[in-house]
């Protein structure tokens, strides 16, 4: 079974502060990506990375960077913690299947991490 | 750009009964709908897709139609059970993924 974890399912932090969201899969995927889910709204793609090092912004990348140093890990940065940044976040991955387009889109998804930013 | 729309927000039906979840789409160059299911405290999880050259495809209790002229794609549940409880997203891409907004399926024994 695959396997994608996340670092905290839950997480408090100050308005102002540096967080670091970590996720880790198992099964040597290409792909991995960031959302945030809010109510009525579903999920929004934050950052993809489609290999080591590499990255391209989804919908909503402002005030959020990424890091990818080691194929398994993804991390999400919020660089300077806002309110408004509140949400639950969830990664996912999924492997490359040649130039199948679908081997872009997000197939294994991670449990979340509640975010409250005070 | 490509929109979403999902209908209802939320869905409450007996045990036993179907469950029809509908969603309509923007961009007619959409090719992938994907389904997700969401259960409580857990991350979404892919339960069915579709691409643009079929127009239907069931795995046992759980179908998905697709209407290509009307940009528009359902879920069907049949023999609702109390495990089919969660929150539902369709989606539909043409290279990214945009997600609807979600319904949440009540089952009630």
């Known amino acids: 079974d695959v396997k994608v974890t996340q670092s905290s399912r839950y997480l408090v932090k100050r308005t102002g502060e540096k967080v670091f969201l970590e996720c880790v899969q198992d099964?040597?995927?290409?792909?991995m990506f960031w959302y945030r889910q809010d109510p009525g709204l579903g999920l929004r793609l934050i950052y993809f990375?489609?290999?080591?090092?590499?990255?391209e912004k989804g919908d909503i990348p402002e005030g959020y960077s990424v890091s990818r140093e080691k194929k398994e890990r993804f991390s999400l940065i919020l660089e300077s913690a806002s309110t408004n940044q509140t949400s639950m976040y969830l990664c996912?991955?999924?492997?490359?299947?040649?130039?199948?387009?679908?081997?872009?889109?997000?197939?294994?998804f991670g449990p979340g991490t509640r975010l409250t930013v005070l | 750009g490509e929109n979403v729309e999902q209908h209802p927000s939320t869905l409450s039906v007996q045990e036993g009964d179907s469950a029809v979840i509908k969603c309509t789409y923007s961009?007619?160059?959409?090719?992938?709908f994907p389904w997700y299911k969401q259960e409580l405290g857990k991350g979404p999880q892919l339960i069915i897709d579709i691409r643009s050259n079929v127009g239907e495809k069931k795995d046992q209790r759980i179908a998905v139609t697709l209407n290509k002229t009307a940009k528009h794609f359902s879920l069907h549940i049949t023999e609702t059970q109390p495990e089919d409880s969660a929150v539902y997203f369709c989606?539909?891409?043409?290279?990214?993924?945009?997600f609807g907004a979600g319904t949440r399926l009540a089952v009630h024994p």
């Open positions: 961009d007619s160059a959409s090719n992938y």
């Open positions: 990375s489609y290999d080591v090092k590499m990255k």
């Open positions: 099964m040597d995927h290409e792909n």
């Open positions: 996912a991955s999924n492997p490359s299947e040649g130039h199948m387009a679908t081997s872009r889109l997000p197939r294994y």
């Open positions: 989606a539909a891409s043409m290279g990214k993924l945009i």
